[in-house]
Nanobody, 124 residues
């Protein structure tokens, strides 16, 4: 059975950093596009970043470009999201999602499997 578990969220001051982890089980991340999404209160899911199964294609939302880096550790079957220079508007629940054999796109509807999310709060 396919599972995704996010971790690494928390409370951080503006300008701070967090590294989110997305640990996968039941499938191999190398065989899937993995996306990171976030949802602020009262808003819809917003695509943050994604990485293709080959790792050759990576996308970032304009709102996070230059501040966020997605990476993958195949040996640990885990995808990471390094977030720097965090802003209050980055606050939300962050989810990772998988689309086996799918493309790297920032469209939530393209992903079949989702984790439970991890809360990120950026506040002074």
């Amino acid at each position: 059975q396919l599972h995704l578990v996010e971790s690494g969220g928390g409370l951080v001051q503006p300008g701070g950093s967090l590294r989110l982890s997305c640990a996968a089980s039941g499938f191999i991340v190398e065989d899937s596009a993995i996306g990171w999404f976030r949802q602020a209160p009262g808003k819809q899911h917003e695509g943050v970043s994604c990485i293709s199964s080959s790792g050759s294609r990576i996308n970032y939302a304009d709102s996070v470009k230059g501040r966020v880096t997605i990476s993958r550790d195949n040996a640990k079957n885990t995808v990471y999201l390094q977030m720097n220079s965090l802003k209050p508007e980055d606050t939300g629940v962050y989810y990772c999602a998988a689309d086996p054999y799918g493309p790297c796109v920032l469209r939530p509807g393209a992903y079949d499997y989702w984790g439970q999310g991890t809360q990120v709060t950026v506040s002074s």
